[in-house]
């Protein structure tokens, strides 16, 4: 057991070089044999966990709330190192997917078991108790059962006993996953709601990226047990770093290809197509390079249209048209083997754009993106020469 110590900090988390590798398994389910996970979280802040299965992100989340010891690093909260303390030892509380209420209690009897079992008076714990139900909307519901109530609901009152423990921090456990799409959405507002109410500080953990860009203040994108970026949503589509953002969180079409560089201007060729434009500034010094083609910043054009200068395009055969809920989404096949898309507004979308039209899709060289090729030089990748 390591000694319990102060850590002199302003953020309500800190995960410093996290290492996680479970018995009987070859690889690391956080960080590797070289390297931990390290991650801030300010006071105050939503902040996202987000990745696919196995990515690392649920690890992380047991590891902050001691459902899991690490085999290396350290966890602080609100200045205190905690990482070998057990959960009832840490100001953190945790919301499950399951939700996990007792289905015997009444509504309030689950919010306050907590509070019961730490020795709370009765006053003083029906007083919070009602508190926060009427902070999470369930103010009448006090003395309904579990089992009365909706899928919302019971997410509700999942989040108002992990909330009447006072916990520094909360840890969302993909609690939203098994909620329908409209409650889901409602969830999504209730969570934003309840952090500028309580300025409590949220760790969330999800797969489900528009959740994750709907509420964090930021997110950190986890892949193979490592963080690939931390940033706000905005800055994420904006200037996402790797390849392996862009596609995960579906910005838009890579191309991979030969980079060349000169002052800062860049092409990527690959096979027959050549994307160029101007680069970010920290992309300097990196060989492996793609090109993204955003779907939100896609043109469309017949195919016999006139080529925009400082544009780059390619022609292809409309393969389906989409309606979203808020925009069409068409998807389209193009001459050189790639399939692309672009996100049209009712209002800019043509009757002549149908399945199996030619057209031409194109991005004017302002709006492409540069990225650090996240596959150069794996497995199973071809790896192309780059010269910077």
Known sequence: MRELRKVEMENALECRNLRKQYPGQSSYALGDAD???SVDVKQGELFALLGPSGCGKTTTLRIVGGFAEPDDGEVVINGEEVTSLPP????TNTVFQSYALFPHMRVGANVGFGLKMGGVGKAEREARVRAVLEQVGLADFERRRVTELSGGQQQRAALARAMVNEPAILLLDEPLGALDLKLRREMQDELVRLKGRTKMTFVHVTHDQEEACAIADRIAIMDRGHIIQVDTPVALYREPRTSYVAEFINIGTVVRGRAQRSADWIEVEGENVRIEGRPPAWLNGHADVAAVLPHSRARIDPSDADEIAGSCGMVGVI????????????????EEGFEVRAEMS????SSWIRPGTSARIWWPNKDILFVKDSNAGTSGQQRWTTEV
């Open 88 to 91: 009832y030892g840490r100001r």
């Open 319 to 334: 393969d389906r048209v989409t309606f979203t809920g808020s925009v069409f989404e068409i998807v389209a096949r193009t």
């Open 346 to 349: 009712e209002d800019d979308t």
């Open 35 to 37: 390297r931990g996970v």
